[in-house]
């Protein structure tokens, strides 16, 4: 018996999760997903989210700390890249909460990221900005073709990220985010708890794959 409520509980969970990450733009549908966990569960209240902003933060700057320490990137360039990762980190943390990246988080990151570049060199700062210019146009075109499916608060974080990881890291950073969204769209998609047509915040993804990025791949800021 216990098992059996175990079991409901975490499929309540998992349908909760999926309706506030997935629906939070169709207030119908993430209400009607709700309503299910409730009736699967007894309680309606999703406990990750919860999660005291601080525990978040700390789980953060760990996984940022441990990037640091494997490429040893040097003082200046270790430092640079850290406060990118954090500053990527807390856009992606508020996305998953509210569904958007705000602005006035994204476009003074932007101007930073530029300006910091500057000091590392003129051929490191071409890198960043080719980086950053070609993420926006394919990224672009993407939210255009997709019409929805992705967003442009997505091509705003994917275009910081494509700063951070330069123009020869692009690449890979772009294909890891991609693989990532599929790994959790598509079972999503087999169950039927999403459509075609429902949007996904891509930003977790993106700064994840940057941070993947800089341990495996070979880039102008950590080499």
Not at 50 to 58: F, M, T
Not at 68 to 89: F, H, S, T
Not at 169 to 177: I, Q, R
Request: charged share 15%; net charge positive.
């Amino acid at each position: 018996m216990a098992q059996a409520t175990g079991a409901l509980s975490a499929e309540a969970s998992t349908l909760r999760a999926a309706a506030i990450f997935f629906y939070s733009e169709d207030r119908t549908r993430a209400r009607r997903w709700n309503q299910v966990a409730h009736r699967l569960s007894g309680r309606s209240d999703l406990s990750w989210t919860r999660l005291p902003p601080p525990a978040l933060a700390a789980a953060v700057l760990a996984a940022m700390v441990f990037v640091a320490v494997l490429k040893e990137p040097g003082l200046y360039r270790g430092a640079l890249g850290l406060i990118d990762l954090a500053i990527l980190g807390s856009i992606a943390v508020h996305d998953v909460w509210t569904r958007r990246a705000p602005n006035r988080v994204v476009y003074p990151a932007l101007a930073f990221m530029a300006v910091a570049s500057l000091t590392l060199g003129w051929g490191d700062a071409a890198e960043a900005l080719l980086g950053g210019l070609v993420a926006f146009g394919l990224l672009l075109g993407i939210a255009w073709a997709g019409r929805g499916a992705m967003g442009f608060g997505d091509v705003k974080v994917g275009t910081l990220c494509g700063m951070v990881v330069g123009l020869h890291g692009l690449p890979f950073m772009m294909a890891v985010t991609f693989v990532l969204g599929l790994l959790v769209a598509a079972p999503l998609l087999l169950l039927r708890l999403r459509s075609r047509q429902d949007s996904m915040a891509f930003s977790p993804f993106f700064v994840l794959a940057t941070a993947v990025a800089m341990v495996h791949a070979p880039l102008y800021l950590w080499g």
